[in-house]
């Protein structure tokens, strides 16, 4: 198993050549051209702190026409550009590479961070399409508080909405809570405009819901981790607003009997939105952590989230459905205080585990019926990997979707990542479902892919970025 050099402080960076330099200043003004190593800092490593590397530049464009006059420039300059939004990925992907990629002669090549966070149009709403068009920095939050009163809301949610952007969220096809109801993000993408590789623009807006005019490039897009093309806008449909909500938490067995339920409760309730999983440790994590109240008197082994949306207080449709279900316990929240509390009980997670160490998080995807084996496997299998791990595996129960989370092992000791990441495989999972490959898991790819997937994707990477200009490193561990 390769080891990659992962946090390690002597990662290598090569330095702007001048001419390069003068370019990216001539592009977006001095200002935005950050070469100080501590205005770098806060670029240069991931929101897990797992990943790190030497930027030579953050640049930080402020239009379309900007991206492209920096891509131009890095991809004539013998650099790689580093696409980031929100940095909050958790793979990698947006951040310098720890050993840069190598030029034809073997010498690093310097690495430029393109923050994508002054891109910030918020479109009009579009109340005939229900339809809106943003920039690619604006944060899904943003994007919320942006639509409230509109009569329409976006169809994703998460939990770094915050901080996650939009077009990052494109780059790696984000999920979140509400893909049961509503799809991933390239479900929600109706109009794209990319810069390539070469600096072209790509533009596809207002796009079409229905379009077969030639090859997908928006859904193509969608998931290339910043490999194909930089989104700088994207076009989003809307859904209509489920303004009233009810949550309940219910206690379970296990992993399966929480698969279970959620398909009872996904075929009994039109209204459901959210079907999510968490174990009593992470549970137990995240009362230490940030507070609050156990919500059951006793301990159990795992918890079923469950969410409905509706124009009508859905709650009654809850408490009938749950009834149906032979749960250890439950609870439905009686308010909006009450369902917050619940939710941050899951949505604490993150944060959580992130306190308590520097975390292994392993999201992948698992065939529903086979995720009670899955979680008892895989559980075991991690134990065999090291001798003390602390396990937290929660995640969209109602997608197949669970976040492996792991602390102990060291980093780049990745034993445990391929403990888990061969068992996802073996059992015809996803090695990722929604957080993407980066640079993270590029050595299980190929398992999980196959040769002729592989070749296909690397023959469209060659076709639209020859030069590996776009985030060399991330999905490929070497040049296409
Ligand atoms: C979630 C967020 C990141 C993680 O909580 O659903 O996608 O793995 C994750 O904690
Ligand atoms: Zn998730």
């Known amino acids: 198993l390769r080891h990659h050099v992962r946090v390690s402080h002597e990662t290598d960076g090569a330095a702007l050549p001048d001419p390069l330099l003068a370019a990216l200043r001539a592009a977006v003004g001095p200002s935005h051209v950050l070469t100080d190593a501590d205005l770098r ?9 797992r990943f790190h590397g030497v930027a030579a530049a ?28 929100g940095n909050t990925g958790l793979v990698g992907g947006s951040v310098p590479r720890a050993a840069a990629p190598r030029d034809g002669r ?20 579009d109340q005939v399409a229900g339809e809106v068009t943003v920039g690619a920095g604006v944060t899904l939050g943003a994007l919320q508080a942006h639509l409230a ?36 993000m390239r479900q929600q993408l109706v109009g794209i405009e990319a810069v390539l590789a070469s600096g072209e623009i790509v533009r596809r807006l207002p796009g079409a819901v229905k379009d077969n005019t030639g090859y997908a490039l928006p859904a193509l897009f969608a998931g290339s981790e910043g490999t194909l093309a930089v989104v700088t806008r994207l076009r989003l ?39 999510e999983l968490f174990d009593d440790d992470g549970m137990r994590l995240v009362l230490v952590h940030a507070g609050g109240e156990a919500p059951f008197r006793e301990r159990h082994p795992r918890y079923l989230l469950v969410e409905c949306g509706a124009p009508d207080d859905p709650t009654d449709q809850l408490v009938e459905a749950i009834s149906a279900v ?18 941050a009980l899951r949505e604490g997670h993150t944060e959580s585990v992130n306190a308590a160490g520097i975390p292994h998080k392993l999201d992948v995807s698992v065939p529903i ?52 990441l061969g068992l996802v495989i073996e059992l015809g999972g996803a090695v990722s ?5 980066g640079v993270a898991k590029t050595a299980w790819l190929v398992r999980d892919r196959g040769e002729a997937d592989i070749a296909a994707m690397r023959a469209i990477k060659r076709g639209l970025d020859p030069g590996d200009v776009l985030n060399p490193g991330v999905l490929f561990s070497d040049p296409a």
């Open 41 to 49: 800092a806060t670029y240069e490593t991931d929101w897990s702190r």
């Open 58 to 85: 953050v640049v930080r464009p402020g239009t379309m026409d900007e991206v492209a006059a920096v891509v131009r420039a890095c991809g004539q300059g013998g650099a790689a550009v580093v696409p980031q939004g």
């Open 106 to 125: 073997g010498a690093p090549r310097p690495q430029v961070i393109l923050s994508m966070l002054r891109l910030r149009e918020l479109g009009a709403v």
């Open 149 to 184: 009163g509109s009569g329409w809301e976006v169809g994703i949610d998460m939990g770094s909405r915050d901080s996650a952007t939009l077009g990052g969220m494109v780059a790696t096809n984000a999920g979140g809570i509400h893909v049961l109801r509503n799809g991933v």
């Open 237 to 275: 449909r809307l859904v209509p607003p489920l303004p009233r909500r009810a949550v309940a938490l219910l206690a379970v067995d296990d992993a399966g009997q929480a698969a279970t339920f959620a398909a009872e409760l996904r075929r009994r309730l039109a209204c459901l939105t959210a079907a």
């Open 326 to 343: 032979a749960a250890r316990d439950a609870v439905v929240a009686g308010d909006e205080g009450g369902r917050r509390r619940l939710w």
């Open 369 to 420: 019926g086979r995720i009670g084996a899955f979680d008892v496997a895989v559980r075991e299998a991690i134990r065999a990997a090291h001798p003390l791990p602390r396990i937290f595996i929660y995640g969209h129960v109602g997608d197949g979707n669970l976040h492996v989370n792991v602390l102990g092992p060291d980093p780049d000791d990745e034993a445990v990542d391929d403990a888990v």
């Open 433 to 437: 479902a929604e957080h993407g490959i």
